[in-house]
């Protein structure tokens, strides 16, 4: 019998395995593109929630007294030992929940000489009376015990370094202050026709 021999053409292998990589890129690129078929389809379902129309309004600090837009004091020709008395009441009436110690300290004045040395100051916290009338007050607290003018001036000149007790608990709350200011008993002679003015007094509150 006749020997067959089959002989294979150069490459015939090489062709082969390029066929069969060709077809499992094929493959993965199928896959991916399903996958991102699959993702991008998933990706089109979104839900959400939202809440609108927020706001915040800041509560407000509001402290008035009842002086109706005069001076506490106007005394002319006051001489030593001499006392002069008034009261005045404070009122809060802010929105703030929880306000903090209102306090009084100097707005300043004008000394034509050195007067403000001779004026001693009290002040006294309490309930009753009214603007230029302190009939029925009744003290609580003495927050400035006959304290020199000018002193007074110079110690206490804002919220920090001023003076009083009084924590409004609620609102509207008021306080009664009776102010007290004595020309010294020991002036002399020079302070003759010295004038103090545009004292004022101020009250503050934080929150």
């Not at 306000?99 to 300043?108: A, D, H, K, N």
């Not at 004008?110 to 603007?131: H, K, M, P, R």
């Not at 110690?155 to 409004?168: A, E, L, Q």
């Amino acid at each position: 019998m006749a020997n067959t021999v089959r002989s294979e053409m150069p490459g015939d292998h090489g062709t082969s395995l390029a066929l069969v990589f060709r077809l499992l890129a094929a493959l993965v690129a199928l896959g991916v593109v399903s996958v991102l078929v699959i993702r991008s389809s998933t990706a089109a379902f979104t839900a959400s929630t939202q809440n609108t129309g927020s706001a915040f309004v800041a509560g407000s600090v509001d402290l008035v007294d009842d002086d109706v837009a005069s001076a506490l004091f106007n005394v002319s020709n006051m001489e030593p030992g001499q006392v002069v008395v008034d009261c005045i009441v404070v009122t809060y009436q802010g929105t703030g929940a929880d306000p903090s110690v209102v306090r009084l300290y100097s707005g300043g004045y004008t000394d034509s000489g050195t007067l403000g040395s001779f004026l001693n100051l009290t002040v006294e916290e309490g309930t009753g009376g009214s603007f230029g009338n302190c009939t029925g007050f009744v003290t609580e607290n003495t927050i400035l015990a006959s304290v020199a003018l000018n002193t007074f001036d110079t110690t206490s000149t804002d919220y920090v370094t001023g003076i009083g007790v009084w924590d409004p608990a609620s609102t509207p709350a008021s306080k009664t202050y009776r102010v007290t200011i004595e020309l010294d008993p020991a002036t002399p002679n020079a302070q003759q026709g010295q004038s103090v003015t545009g004292l004022t007094l101020n009250w503050e509150t934080q929150n």
